[in-house]
T-cell receptor, first 117, second 112 residues
Framework: AQKVTQAQTEISVVEKEDVTLDCVYE???????LFWYKQPPSGELVFLIR??????QNEISGRYSWNFQKSTSSFNFTITASQVVDSAVYFC??????????????FGTGTRLKVLA | SAVISQKPSRDICQRGTSLTIQCQVD?????MFWYRQQPGQSLTLIAT?????????ESGFVIDKFPISRPNLTFSTLTVSNMSPEDSSIYLC?????????FGPGTRLTVL
C-alpha cells in the first residue's frame, strides 16, 4: 500500500542554518510522482516540486534542493541558509496512477519547521 | 498555474445541519479533488470528482455524508451533511493542471 512517512514532527533551526526535511515513501508501482508542499501559517498550500519516479536527478531551485533516491525510497528536501519566512509546515506527498487513470495522492503527516531569528 | 477560489472561507455551523462548499477554478480541469485537514493533521483525500461521472470516494468517506457535484470543468461543490463536531476541519479543493497540483485556500469549518 502507499505510505508516506515524515518522521520529523518538528524542527527548530536558527536563521541561516541549513535544514533537511526527510521523506520516506512506500509504493508497489513503478510509475509514481513525489511532491513537496509548503503550508505557511496563513494555511494555503504552496506547491514546491513534482518529481516522477523515472527522474532521479537532484534538483536545485534557489535555496531549495531535493534529493531523490529510489534505492532508499527517499525524497528529502533541503533548505540552505534558512530564513524566518521559511517557517511553515512542509508536506511530502506521493501519487500513483489508479486503474481508471485518476491519481490518488497520499500525504505525509508534515514537518513543522521553525526558523528562529 | 490554476487559481482556485472557495466559498465560504470559513463558517460556524450547528450540529445536525449541512454546509455546501463551492470550488471555482479559473481553468478547465478534468479532475478535482476534495481533501480534509483536521486540526494539526495532514491532508486526507475525501473523493475525486471528474466532470460527468460520479465522484470516487476514499475509504471512510461515503456519498451520503459528503455528496459532491461536478457540473462542469471549472466548478465543484462538496456538502458536509448532518454535521457533528468531529467534522470540524479545513476542507480543501484541489486540481491537477499541467502536471502540478494546486490547492484552494480552504474552508475552515467549525461545528458546535
Amino acid at each position: 500500500a502507499q505510505k508516506v512517512t515524515q518522521a520529523q514532527t518538528e524542527i527548530s533551526v536558527v536563521e541561516k542554518e541549513d535544514v533537511t526535511l526527510d521523506c520516506v515513501y512506500e509504493t508497489r508501482d513503478t510509475t509514481y510522482y513525489l511532491f513537496w508542499y509548503k503550508q505557511p501559517p496563513s494555511g494555503e498550500l504552496v506547491f514546491l516540486i513534482r518529481r516522477n519516479s523515472f527522474d532521479e536527478q537532484n534538483e536545485i531551485s534557489g535555496r531549495y534542493s531535493w534529493n531523490f533516491q529510489k534505492s532508499t525510497s527517499s525524497f528529502n528536501f533541503t533548505i540552505t541558509a534558512s530564513q524566518v519566512v521559511d517557517s511553515a509546515v512542509y508536506f511530502c506527498a506521493l501519487s500513483e496512477a489508479g486503474i481508471s487513470g485518476t491519481y490518488k495522492y497520499i500525504f505525509g503527516t508534515g514537518t513543522r519547521l521553525k526558523v528562529l531569528a | 498555474s490554476a487559481v482556485i477560489s472557495q466559498k465560504p472561507s470559513r463558517d460556524i455551523c450547528q450540529r445536525g445541519t449541512s454546509l455546501t462548499i463551492q470550488c471555482q477554478v479559473d481553468s478547465q480541469v478534468t479532475m478535482m479533488f476534495w481533501y480534509r485537514q483536521q486540526p494539526g493533521q495532514s491532508l486526507t483525500l475525501i473523493a475525486t470528482a471528474n466532470q460527468g461521472s460520479e465522484a470516487t470516494y476514499e475509504s471512510g468517506f461515503v456519498i451520503d455524508k459528503f455528496p459532491i457535484s461536478r457540473p462542469n470543468l471549472t466548478f465543484s461543490t462538496l456538502t458536509v451533511s448532518n454535521m457533528s463536531p468531529e467534522d470540524s476541519s479545513i476542507y480543501l479543493c484541489s486540481v491537477e493542471h499541467y502536471n502540478e497540483q494546486f490547492f484552494g485556500p480552504g474552508t475552515r469549518l467549525t461545528v458546535l
